[in-house]
């Protein structure tokens, strides 16, 4: 895969290329990656690549000229790439579009800044992404966003233990909850399970983990993929497990409870 980020600020990118597993995937051959300065593209002894906005208003918007011309070079070094922009106004990124985006040859990913970018651009690009419905200074945080959600999915990418296999049905819950030593920290015990060897216990507790954390923390996910029947039985063993335990007598002094006293 061969990513190349056109951008006012190629700067930004030399840390984050060279880390962690973006780094490791360029040292393997997985992807390449270059930032390009758009003002590289600029003509004239000011190499300008903003101007006031034709109707007025304050801000400024990105030449169409330089643009054009990073992109074309961009297409030339890599015929296959799909060309993305970066803004405000497009299909909110999330790890299918991520999966679909690591199936091609290259990505050329334009970052705009200033208020916006020339609107002719838009014939030079296939797709155009937002990161989500917050405001940002410019596209370069989403293009590494993208970049790093891409990268971890190629073949080779992760190390043997880690891999994106069963990302796309795990994007729809949370992951269970983790613990490493020391066996209690802080007075608060690492779950007794977890200790005892059973993998089977264990991974019923994982899956169990799992499920609440989505149902507390983001239901929002459940409806996406409602519970199966699976899921349902192991919440109905959770539910049992916990009117056990909030009993009359683990209560007294509580005061009385929303909707009466628990049942026993
Ligand atoms: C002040 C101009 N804004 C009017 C409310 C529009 C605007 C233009 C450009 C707001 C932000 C930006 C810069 N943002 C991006 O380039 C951007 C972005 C984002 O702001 N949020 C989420 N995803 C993305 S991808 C690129």
């Keep these: 895969m061969q990513f190349t980020v056109l951008t006012l600020f190629p700067e930004l990118f030399a840390p984050f290329w060279d880390h962690s597993i973006i780094r490791r995937a360029i040292e393997r051959g997985i992807i390449t990656a270059s930032a390009v300065n758009i003002r590289d593209y600029a003509t004239g002894r000011h190499k300008v690549t903003d101007d006031r906005p034709y109707g007025g208003g304050c801000g400024m918007v990105m030449k169409p000229e330089p643009l054009a011309a990073a992109i074309r070079a961009a297409k030339e070094r890599c015929p296959a790439a799909e060309t993305v922009l970066f803004s405000p106004q497009g299909r909110v990124f999330d790890q299918p579009l991520a999966a679909a985006l690591a199936h091609g040859e290259g990505l050329i990913l334009v970052c705009g800044r200033y208020e916006g970018i020339d609107e002719r651009i838009g014939t030079l690009v296939d797709a155009e992404i937002s990161i989500g419905d917050y405001v ?92 199966d029947p699976e899921e349902i039985r192991i919440l109905q063993r959770w539910v049992t497990e916990v009117k056990e335990i909030v009993t009359t007598e683990n209560l007294s002094g509580a005061g009385p409870l929303p909707g009466g006293e628990p049942g026993r």
């Design 136 to 227: 940002l200074t410019g596209g370069e945080v989403a293009a590494m966003v993208v970049v790093d959600a891409v990268t971890r999915l190629l073949p080779g990418a992760l190390g043997g233990a880690d891999s994106a296999d069963n990302d796309s049905f795990a994007a729809d819950r949370l992951e269970h909850a983790q613990y490493t030593r020391p066996p209690v920290f802080e007075h608060q015990p690492v779950p007794e399970v977890l200790l005892s060897g059973d993998h089977a216990a264990i991974d019923r507790w994982r899956r169990e983990s799992a499920l609440i954390r989505t149902l507390l923390k983001r239901p929002d996910l459940l409806r996406h993929r409602p519970l």
